[in-house]
Nanobody, 122 residues
Framework: VQLQASGGGLVQTGGSLTLSCSASGRTFNSYPMGWFRQAPGKEREFVAVTTWSGGTEYVADSVKGRFTISRDNAKNTLYLQMNSLKPEDTGVYYC????????????????WGQGTLVTVSS
């Protein structure tokens, strides 16, 4: 599986962005998929994960009510709709394919996109 994240950019506080993650390979719709982010100087942080069918499985408390994860298996694409953005949401956002273990930790994912940068200005 190859993953390609896109949609990042510069946005003001309170603004919105939608990230996309395009996947190649026939097994995309067989696995849960997640989003992580990493701010400068910080560890990679879990954001959200969705089941293979698109049902939301878990969303981090820091983004709950503001971010929505979804997927379109027909298009092999994962999305992250981000609303009411805050400066602390700034970072590189990665999509990843879940394989095993705790969904909220990066160790449970085996394939990663290259990341897309989101910058929220205050």
């Amino acid at each position: 599986v190859q993953l390609q994240a896109s949609g990042g950019g510069l946005v003001q506080t309170g603004g919105s962005l939608t990230l996309s993650c395009s996947a190649s390979g026939r097994t995309f719709n067989s696995y849960p998929m997640g989003w992580f982010r990493q701010a400068p100087g910080k560890e990679r942080e879990f954001v959200a994960v969705t089941t293979w069918s698109g049902g939301t499985e878990y969303v981090a408390d820091s983004v709950k009510g503001r971010f929505t994860i979804s997927r379109d298996n027909a298009k092999n694409t994962l999305y992250l709709q981000m609303n009411s953005l805050k400066p602390e949401d700034t970072g590189v956002y990665y999509c990843a394919k879940y394989v095993i273990g705790i969904v909220g930790t990066w160790r449970g994912y085996d394939y990663w996109g290259q990341g897309t940068l989101v910058t929220v200005s205050s």
